[in-house]
């Protein structure tokens, strides 16, 4: 095994092991682990396929789109903003976008993914969650509360797309806990209303605790998997 695989294989066994006592810490259950291999090359990424990863975030649509297609056998997942513009090439490669902050960008997903099926490129629909501002600054991403219905209503009308759950980012300095509470709150009043089980994706390295004690679904983790980005 290489060096890089070892150290690969070790982050992943620890994070995965901190999860899993963080859970059973709070009485949870161990949430889905998101690897975010942004910056990182594809040769990472392929040795974490051979370590049993399956799933990666990534949160640029360009590095994203060219690591998707020299590594069709991962599933990736966007994660950081999309310009609409972009949305067309999202749809062509997204297992689930996470980061869904508008009705005109979920308009824009759905076209998009009607042409990739037009084209041939996927076969199967995109699965969305909705991005929450936490405290309405917007430049960051994510949907004020008061229009969250909104674009929760246009998710489910849409013909190719699927709502998956809610996502959110704490603002710095704020209690992450009370932010991800009330998100999952919101989750959950979302599930009752639509009759099925939504997630909620939060948690971060830094916040995993306190994203794991309010019941998150799925977690995102970098650095403490990947290590420091590469320079240059």
Do not use: C, Y
């Amino acid at each position: 095994m290489s060096k890089r695989k070892q150290e690969l294989a070790e982050n992943l066994a620890a994070t995965r092991e901190r999860i899993s006592a963080i859970a059973a810490e709070h009485d949870r259950p161990a949430p889905q682990l998101l690897v975010v291999t942004k910056f990182h090359p594809a040769g990472d990424i392929a040795l974490l396929a051979e370590l049993g990863v399956e799933d990666v975030a990534e949160n640029r649509e360009q590095e994203a789109r060219a690591k998707a297609q020299e590594l069709d056998r991962l599933r990736f997942h966007m994660i950081g903003q999309i310009q609409t513009k972009k949305a067309n090439h999202v749809a062509r490669w997204a297992t689930s976008v996470h980061s869904v902050d508008s009705v005109k960008l979920a308009n824009a997903l759905d076209r998009g993914v009607s042409l990739a099926h037009e084209r041939g490129e996927r076969d199967t629909d995109l699965a969305v969650f909705i991005q929450v501002s936490a405290d309405g600054d917007t430049s960051r991403g994510g949907v004020v509360r008061e229009e969250l219905d909104e674009v929760v209503e246009t998710v489910e009308k849409a013909e190719h797309l699927e709502f998956a759950g809610l996502m959110v980012v704490p603002p710095l300095n704020v209690d992450a806990r009370e932010v991800f509470e009330t998100v999952r709150a919101d989750v959950d009043r979302l599930s009752e209303r639509l009759d099925r089980r939504l997630k909620l994706s939060a948690g971060m390295s830094a916040d995993l605790d306190a994203a794991i004690a309010a019941g998150t679904d799925i977690v995102r983790v970098g650095t403490s998997i990947m290590g420091k980005r590469p320079v240059g």
